[in-house]
Nanobody, 126 residues
């Protein structure tokens, strides 16, 4: 059973940065697609970013492109989401999810991910 525990959320002001982390072992990284999703109150859980198996490709939602970066930290064995120039509309619970499948064009679909974390709250004040 894979257990994902996200870290790094918090309360920040508009324009600030935060870095979220999702643990992914070195042993499984090459065979694991990692996605970040977020869910604001009263809204559906939406795709934010994904890192393909082994880290060769990155994918982003249009709303975060140019501000967020997903990457692998080999020293910490995590997949991180660096969030810059945060806006109030980025406020949400952020979830890490993993899949052992090669997702192709399906990286935005929640159903293809096998395991999910409990979520970490990100609040951006105006």
């Amino acid at each position: 059973q894979v257990q994902l525990v996200e870290s790094g959320g918090g309360l920040v002001q508009t324009g600030d940065s935060l870095r979220l982390s999702c643990p992914v072992s070195a042993r499984t990284f090459s065979t694991t697609t990692v996605g970040w999703f977020r869910q604001a109150p009263g809204k559906e859980r939406d795709f934010v970013a994904a890192l393909s198996r082994g880290g060769g490709r990155t994918y982003y939602a249009n709303s975060v492109k140019g501000r967020f970066t997903i990457s692998r930290d080999n020293a910490k064995n995590t997949v991180d989401l660096q969030m810059n120039t945060l806006k109030p509309e980025d406020t949400a619970v952020y979830y890490c999810a993993t899949s052992s499948a090669a997702l192709g064009s399906n990286f935005e679909r929640r159903i293809v991910y096998d395991y999910w974390g409990q979520g970490t709250q990100v609040t951006v004040s105006s």
